[in-house]
Nanobody
Framework: EVQLVESGGGLVQAGGSLRLSCQVSGFTFESYAVAWFRQAPGKEREGVSCITSEDRTTSYADSVKGRFTISSDNAMNTVYLQMNNLKPEDTAVYYC?????????????????????WGQGTQVTVSS
């Protein structure tokens, strides 16, 4: 059974940093792309960042490029999202997702329907 468990969310002031973690299990970590999504109240879920399975190439939504960094630790079966210079508009529930069919175009809203495995989410709140 594929499981993804997020942690690391919290309350932070604008300009601050947080690191989210996504612990994965139930599949061969190196075989799945993993992505971070977020959903703010009243808004659609959006792709934030993604890391491919083959060569661990990274992709980012324009709104977070230069501020967020995705990385993976294969030995720990964990994907991280380092978030720096946080803004109030980054406030959302953040989800990690994985799927053998996941393509990192999800950061541009393409292919989200192919993702079948989601974590439970972790709340990130950025105060102004």
């Amino acid at each position: 059974e594929v499981q993804l468990v997020e942690s690391g969310g919290g309350l932070v002031q604008a300009g601050g940093s947080l690191r989210l973690s996504c612990q994965v299990s139930g599949f061969t970590f190196e075989s799945y792309a993993v992505a971070w999504f977020r959903q703010a109240p009243g808004k659609e879920r959006e792709g934030v960042s993604c890391i491919t399975s083959e060569d661990r190439t990274t992709s980012y939504a324009d709104s977070v490029k230069g501020r967020f960094t995705i990385s993976s630790d294969n030995a720990m079966n964990t994907v991280y999202l380092q978030m720096n210079n946080l803004k109030p508009e980054d406030t959302a529930v953040y989800y990690c997702a994985a799927d053998p069919y996941l393509i990192c175009t999800v950061v541009h809203g393409i292919g989200v329907e192919l993702v079948n495995h989601w974590g439970q989410g972790t709340q990130v709140t950025v105060s102004s």
